[in-house]
Antibody, heavy 119, light 107 residues
Framework: QVQLQESGPGLVKPSGTLSLTCAVSGDSISSGHWWSWVRQPPGKGLEWIGEIYHSGGTNYNPSLKSRVAISVDKSENQFSLKLSSVTAADTAVYFC????????????WGQGTLVTVSS | DIQMTQSPSTLSASVGDRVTITCRASQSISSWLAWYQQKPGKAPKLLIYKASSLESGVPSRFSGSGSGTEFTLTISSLQPDDSATYYCQLYNSYPWTFGQGTKVEIK
């Protein structure tokens, strides 16, 4: 059974870069799934950030594309998120998730990690 | 981008009630719609994909229907464990987009 675990700083300063890693266990990151990041501001809804394939191919939400970079590390079976020039509006719980093999839906999720943007 | 509108935003119902949540898309998305359940402090859980296909392990009291622009999630007999927020999600085209959510409360 696949498990995903997010890790990274819980506090980032405004204008800084948010960096998170998602460690995958129970499945290979090269298994043919796409791997995504989704975020949820406190008390609000879900926003898809972007996704990556093991080959390094990516798709990003246009609303964040200029500030987002997602990368994959096949040797460590993990993928990472970088979000630059953060503001308080980027404060959210960040989830990593596995996309279903048929595409488009999120069939497994990490527990989520809260990142607060504050000085 | 295609916009998703969920209704109602909150509903309160009794155990055993039939509950329906609606999701409308601003343009046709065929059947490329999923439903998720999220409990406080937890990650979302996939319930339904391709508008009406039940994810493995999900109780049969959950069902989905619709195509094009209007979709519904139905809980046939509401249980205490169903207290949660439910989100629809389109996946016919990028960006993958979620509805605003419907909070289901038990009376």
């Amino acid at each position: 059974q696949v498990q995903l675990q997010e890790s990274g700083p819980g506090l980032v300063k405004p204008s800084g870069t948010l960096s998170l890693t998602c460690a995958v266990s129970g499945d290979s990151i090269s298994s043919g799934h796409w791997w995504s990041w989704v975020r949820q501001p406190p008390g609000k809804g879900l926003e898809w950030i972007g996704e990556i394939y093991h080959s390094g191919g990516t798709n990003y939400n246009p609303s964040l594309k200029s500030r987002v970079a997602i990368s994959v590390d096949k040797s460590e079976n993990q993928f990472s998120l970088k979000l630059s020039s953060v503001t308080a509006a980027d404060t959210a719980v960040y989830f990593c998730a596995r996309m279903s093999m048929v595409g488009g839906t999120f069939d497994s999720w990490g527990q989520g990690t809260l990142v607060t943007v504050s000085s | 981008d295609i916009q998703m509108t969920q209704s109602p935003s909150t509903l309160s119902a009794s155990v055993g009630d039939r509950v329906t949540i609606t999701c409308r898309a601003s343009q046709s998305i065929s059947s490329w719609l999923a439903w998720y359940q999220q409990k406080p402090g937890k990650a979302p859980k996939l319930l339904i994909y391709k508008a009406s296909s039940l994810e493995s392990g999900v109780p049969s009291r959950f069902s989905g229907s619709g195509s094009g622009t209007e979709f519904t999630l139905t809980i046939s007999s509401l249980q205490p464990d169903d207290s949660a927020t439910y989100y629809c999600q389109l996946y016919n085209s990028y960006p993958w987009t979620f509805g605003q959510g419907t909070k289901v409360e038990i009376k």
